[in-house]
Antibody, heavy 118, light 113 residues
């Protein structure tokens, strides 16, 4: 069974940093593109970042470019999102997700809440 | 970036009737080399992660009821839900995965009339 379990969310002050992690199991992690998607309160889904199977290529949404960095450790079946210079508008539930159907997202974690507030 | 625009923003349909949600991309998401549209549809219920319904614009994900169908090509796409059930109340999103930035539509809220 495919499982994606996020951790690392919480309350952080504006300008602060946070690192989200996602533990993957039930599939060959290194065979898949992985993704972070977020949903701010009362808003729709927003794609945040992708990383290729071997970690060689990474793409970030313009809204987080230069502040967030996606990474992966295939030996540990782990996906991460380093978030720096956090802003109030980064407050959201962050989902770890697997891109499995031509990079459409076929599995999602339950999400972890990040709150940026003073 | 490819901008995805859904219509309507909200929709109320009677039980047993058909619901139709549209999605328009700012540029074509049809990849000519394989003739595939890089377009997916998701269902999102409160307190749950989103669920993949349709990929390649018209391929139903395993386990998704056949009352859900996707159609369209190029820049214009439709999600159709036949014989609406109470459990179909949710937000629905389209997403393009044609280029490196996999943008979502703004979402359509589906309710029972």
């Amino acid at each position: 069974e495919v499982q994606l379990v996020e951790s690392g969310g919480g309350l952080v002050q504006p300008g602060g940093s946070l690192r989200l992690s996602c533990a993957a199991s039930g599939f060959i992690f290194s065979d898949y593109v992985m993704t972070w998607v977020r949903q701010a309160p009362g808003k729709g889904l927003e794609w945040v970042a992708n990383i290729r199977e071997d970690g060689s290529l990474k793409y970030h949404a313009g809204s987080v470019e230069g502040r967030f960095t996606i990474s992966r450790d295939n030996a540990k079946n782990s996906l991460s999102l380093q978030m720096n210079s956090l802003r109030a508008e980064d407050t959201a539930v962050y989902y770890c997700a697997r891109a499995g159907k031509g990079t459409a997202i076929d599995y999602w974690g339950q999400g972890t809440l990040v709150t940026v507030s003073s | 970036d490819i901008v995805m625009t859904q219509s309507p923003d909200s929709l109320a349909v009677s039980l047993g009737e058909r619901a139709t949600i549209n999605c328009k991309s700012s540029q074509s998401v049809l990849y000519s080399s394989n003739n595939k549209n890089y377009l997916a549809w998701y269902q999102h219920k409160p307190g749950q992660p989103p669920k993949l319904l349709i990929y390649w614009a018209s391929t139903r994900e395993s386990g998704v009821p056949d009352r859900f169908s996707g159609s369209g090509s190029g820049t214009d796409f439709t999600l159709t839900i036949n014989s609406l059930q109470a459990e179909d109340v949710a937000l629905y999103y389209c997403q393009q995965y044609y280029n490196t930035f996999h943008t979502f539509g703004q979402g359509t809220k589906l309710e029972i009339k």
